[in-house]
């Protein structure tokens, strides 16, 4: 089948990636140009595991090009997807303006009957408008062409987003006519061939689907580090209390680990916007508030502790941080906890040394060379000359370190597990003041 996908990032090009390794003829279509030199240049621009040889593989075998050419990508797909970004607008509200850049580029251009498949995380409605747009074009050049319009959202995972797409849990196809369903269903029998997982169901629910599953998930995350301020001021610990809870089905053991508050490019911005989607609509969404503002607060909690363990004084201190990136696996550092970290650190006069495994260029792209930041090229290198260590991404390489080494290289032996990634006992044992997330012990007791 011939697929073009407008934007060529995290979504674009794991889909297109994978589309191609299928059998399907594909072209990527960005307009940043840049990004699409280093493409075809066979260098991929994001770190994602295992895409880098999916994509070169397709593209020698000229199922995948990459081109910033609008034309040529309208002229090319059935299927049209829809993969560009929909950051958050100054209110909260999903900006839509590169979808609807798109819409009008092939209600512009199309020839032929198309399928526009939206797989970027809209609000509800969207589909409609992405509708509009296009008839508006088609109009505008006195077009009579017929097209559908099909919400398919995206629940890949960054860090696993290849085996998502390969061996996705379900795929949710929201459309409002059999015709659309059959072609989608065509598209991914190869991803389909185990059981069925194809959801079929209408363009609104499909749409609204999704941040269903965003705000779910993120709503487990605050519930857990609510409890975990609690278990705090308790004296419980939540590590404890996550076990008591995870082995009842109903609950479950995953995405109930307490830590440093979620980020990435998906679960704050999805939240604010289905919020602000329900504001619209008069509807005052009391919970997703709440997830929101815990999430908030509690990417303060790293610093908080910090600042408490230095009697309110970091000035001149210097932090070793370890991760950067918003979780393990990945180099997206947007709305990463590190940023908030290391942001109130330069504030309250404090520097910070850093290490990622992959993240460390995207740091340096976001914040440029400054004196207040080292980049380190060792977990162990930024420990050097550091007054404390905070951890903030539970990347495998911090889970068990030479805790002898760090003890000494540190003027004190401060470890602030953002991820709770080690035993307090043990770590207290080792002579280290040691400050997890919900650990039982609030650092006013210290
Ligand atoms: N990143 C994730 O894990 C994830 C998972 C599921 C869904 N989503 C959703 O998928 C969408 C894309 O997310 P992403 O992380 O891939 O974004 P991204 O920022 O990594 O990539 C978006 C790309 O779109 C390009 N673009 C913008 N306007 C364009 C246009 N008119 N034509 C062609 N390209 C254009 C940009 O240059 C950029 O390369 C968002 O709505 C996001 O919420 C993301």
Known sequence: MKVTIFGSGYVGLVTGACLAEVGNEVICVDIDQGKIDRLNQGEVPIHEPGLDSLIERNRASGRLRFTTDVDEGVAHGLFQFIAVGTPPDEDGSADLQYVTAVARSIGQRMTDYRVIVNKSTVPVGTADRVRETVSAALVERQAKLEFDVVSNPEFLKEGAAIDDFMKPDRIVVGTDNPRTTELLRAMYAPFNRNHDRLVCMDIRSAELTKYAANAMLA??????????????????????????????????????????????????????????????????????????????????????????????DLTGKTLAIWGLAFKPNTDDMREASSRVLMEKLWAAGARVRAFDPVAMEETRRIYGERSDLMLCDSPEAALRGADALAIVTEWNVFRSPDFDGIRQALSRPAIFDGRNLYDPVQLRALGFDYYGIGRGESISKV
């Open 219 to 312: 709503t487990k995350i605050s519930f857990m580090n609510e409890l975990a301020n609690l278990a705090e001021r308790l004296g419980a610990d939540i590590e404890k209390v996550r076990l008591g809870i995870g082995s009842d089905p109903r609950i479950g053991y995953h995405f109930i680990y307490p830590g440093c508050g979620y980020g990435g490019s998906c679960f704050p911005k999805d939240v604010k916007a289905l919020e602000r989607t329900a504001r619209d609509v008069g509807y005052p969404a009391q919970l997703l508030q709440a997830v929101e503002g815990v999430n908030e607060r509690q990417k303060l909690s790293l610093f908080d502790k910090i600042r408490a363990y230095f009697q309110g």
